[in-house]
């Protein structure tokens, strides 16, 4: 045991250097006693960051951090961070790595030790780690600290619902967080709800990406029960945060893979924006906009559902993981499709282009049609689900339309989930322009089987070379077949209601002799 009496920094040190997770448990829950006792002295700033260091090490371990979890230690770690209710701007520099290394402690032991979540919420956390984000706002080089503020209050969230409604409603967090994802792309405004675009498409810093991310994750958590707005301020705060998404899809990240989760956790939070507010993610062209680069349609630039497009067709072809990957994307443009015609016609002109070539079945290729085609009969019923239901509202929920592009056996799943089976269509209303088939398709349509959705060259019939007797046994053997399967209840034969939902076929038969009833009788 250590002497309280003497600074055991010496002691500290060397035990850190030489630290290994197989010494004596108790061993390590000592020496973070020693760390933290050692923290609440006033001490040289270099030595204060090693022990944090030493600390945030040692704080992986849950089984370590049982005994330190206590309100005091708690509170030492947050006086270091700077966490308190003071508004004091951040002014020395040198305060800056203890700051970091202290909040960093803080993320361990909150996300490991339930203790310490429920001391967060005695401590009111939350609205210190707001405060601290607060006195940042127009700091420099402070990108690290916020970055921690942000991952704590991400943290919090998770495992608080409670501190999601303090943080939206009591501490302003939607528009401090909001303002905080802002300065990570240092965004300057054109217009309302159009910020000015980097014409040289230069990537953001490791360090803002990091820092857009965490704002990325916090939002999520605080904007998760956002699906309708309230008011017209709720709308303007969620225009705002959209606009701002806009610009970070058109960002690009240091690396391939950190634009690809800057990106994917820009979508995930646009799911929790209202989808009457999401009009924002296209933009009039104005004539200036000369770049080759940009995607215009019907006077409107679509820059953004490029790259949301181009996201998806990415997270398909990674083959894996859709369930996480895709489906947060496929969901978003499925409403974006619904809700807005413009946006809904410019992804059926990328997705869905008029057929031209239907000698291939439509799950065969490499468009993103035949990609997106195949998902309809993935094993995920999930992701089955999502990619069908996104064809579909590109078909304006026409079961004809669908049909075209897809084929009778890759849709009868979902039609059979919407009591389609029949024809018809959907519950949404769409505008009544038409379809305009290409000549090749029309001259091709005859020909092309409803049920693969290709064209077929005609097959000789092999029943047309039977006797009768021959056709007869052929029948009965089939249906006895039929009949040890649904015997065995292998398979239940099934029949389609007149409202085109699906029943089992004794039902549909009795239904049949019942009407043959009712008609002999009226005669």
């Known amino acids: ?40 002295k006033e001490i040289k700033t270099s030595c204060t960051v090693t022990c944090l260091e030493a600390l945030r090490i040692l704080s992986r371990d849950k089984k370590v951090l049982v005994p330190v979890t206590t309100k005091k230690n708690m509170q030492i770690l947050m006086k270091l961070a700077k966490l308190d209710d003071l508004e004091d701007p951040l002014e020395d520099v040198t305060d800056f790595p203890v700051i970091v290394e202290a909040l960093k402690c803080l993320c361990n032991i909150v996300f490991n030790s339930p203790a310490a979540q429920k001391l967060s919420l005695e401590l009111n956390l939350a609205a210190m780690l707001c405060n601290l984000l607060k006195k940042c706002k127009d700091q420099q080089f402070v990108e690290d600290i916020k970055c921690f503020d942000l991952r704590l209050l991400f943290l919090l969230s998770l495992l608080h619902t409670d501190i999601r409604s303090q943080l939206r409603y009591d501490l302003q967090g939607l528009p ?12 300057k405004w054109t217009d309302k709800y159009i910020t000015a675009e980097d014409q040289e498409m230069s990537p953001l810093s490791v360090q803002k990406t990091e820092y857009a991310i965490e704002a990325l994750k916090a939002l999520f958590n605080v904007t998760l029960d956002s699906w309708n707005v309230h008011s017209e301020n709720d709308s303007h705060e969620f225009r705002y945060m959209a606009a701002i998404l806009r610009h970070c899809l058109l960002t690009l990240g240091p690396t391939e893979d950190k634009t690809e989760e800057l990106h994917s956790n820009a979508i995930n939070l646009l799911s929790n924006i209202p989808v009457s507010c999401l009009d924002v993610l296209i933009s009039p062209s104005s004539q200036e906009d000369t770049e080759e680069t940009d995607i215009k349609y019907n006077g409107m ?8 497009l181009k996201f998806m067709e990415k997270r398909i072809d990674k083959g894996s993981s859709y369930r996480e990957g895709l489906t947060p994307v496929l969901s978003l443009l499925t409403r974006c499709c619904r809700s807005h015609r413009n946006i809904r016609k410019f992804i059926k002109a990328q997705v869905l282009p008029p057929l031209r070539d239907v000698s291939n079945r439509p799950e065969v290729g490499t468009t993103l049609r035949n990609k997106l085609v195949r998902l309809m009969t993935h094993v995920d019923l999930g992701v089955k689900q999502i990619a069908a239901e996104f064809l579909f509202v590109l078909c304006k929920e026409r079961v004809d339309n669908l049909l075209k592009y897809t084929g009778y056996g890759n849709a009868a799943g979902l039609l059979a989930a919407r009591g389609l089976l029949a024809g018809g269509r959907g519950e949404n209303w769409y505008s009544d322009d038409e379809d305009t088939d290409t000549e090749e398709y029309k001259s091709a349509k005859p020909n092309i089987n409803l049920i693969t959705g290709h064209l077929e060259e005609p097959m000789p019939n092999p029943i047309d070379e039977m006797t009768e007797e021959q056709k007869e046994y052929e029948a009965m053997k089939l249906v006895n077949m039929f009949d040890k399967l649904s015997r065995d209840k292998v398979i239940t034969p099934m029949g389609v209601r007149p409202d085109g939902t699906m029943t089992p076929l004794e039902e549909v038969a009795c239904q049949y002799q019942r009407n043959e009833q009712t008609s002999s009788d009226s005669d």
């Open 301 to 308: 630039n679509m820059d953004a559902f490029r790259v949301l």
């Open 1 to 40: 045991m250590v002497d309280r009496g003497v600074l055991p920094l010496g002691s500290i040190l060397e035990c850190y250097s030489n630290i290994s997770f197989s010494l004596p448990l108790h061993h390590v829950q000592q020496l973070c006693e020693e760390i933290l006792h050692l923290l609440e």
């Open 176 to 187: 401090l967080l909001t303002q905080a994802l802002e300065s990570a792309f240092s965004i």
